[in-house]
């Protein structure tokens, strides 16, 4: 059973960090592409960023680039994302997902573009 659990988020002032995990169970997260999204309140769910796994290809959402990393330990079987210099809008629910098919190019932020989701985990910036 394909299983992915978030973990990391809380309450950071801005400007400060926190390193979200998500790890898998029941798969070899190696194989299978794994992106991180987010949800606030009474919006759309938007893709933050993901890695590939045909060659470990990173992609970032605009919003986050230069602040988010996205990395992945294959011993440990988890992908992280660390988030630096947060800010009072990167508040909301974040969420790991997972595909074994390979991203479409320029739909690698997409939510379409995976099969399996973790129940997700808060991150509130606010001082």
């Known amino acids: 059973q394909v299983q992915l659990v978030e973990s990391g988020g809380g309450l950071v002032q801005p400007g400060g960090s926190l390193r979200l995990s998500c790890a898998a169970s029941?798969?070899?997260?190696?194989?299978?592409?794994i992106g991180w999204f987010r949800q606030a309140p009474a919006k759309e769910r938007e893709g933050v960023s993901c890695?590939?796994?045909?060659?470990?290809?990173?992609y970032y959402a605009d919003s986050v680039k230069g602040r988010f990393t996205i990395s992945r330990d294959n011993a440990k079987n988890t992908v992280y994302l660390q988030m630096n210099s947060l800010k009072p809008e990167d508040t909301a629910a974040y969420y790991c997902?997972?595909?074994?098919?390979?991203?479409?190019?320029?739909?690698?932020?997409?939510?379409?573009?995976?099969?399996?989701w973790g129940q997700g985990t808060q991150v509130t910036v606010s001082s």
């Open positions: 997902a997972a595909t074994d098919f390979e991203l479409v190019p320029g739909k690698e932020l997409s939510k379409d573009s995976y099969d399996y």
């Open positions: 029941g798969f070899t997260l190696r194989y299978y592409s």
């Open positions: 890695i590939s796994s045909r060659d470990g290809s990173t």
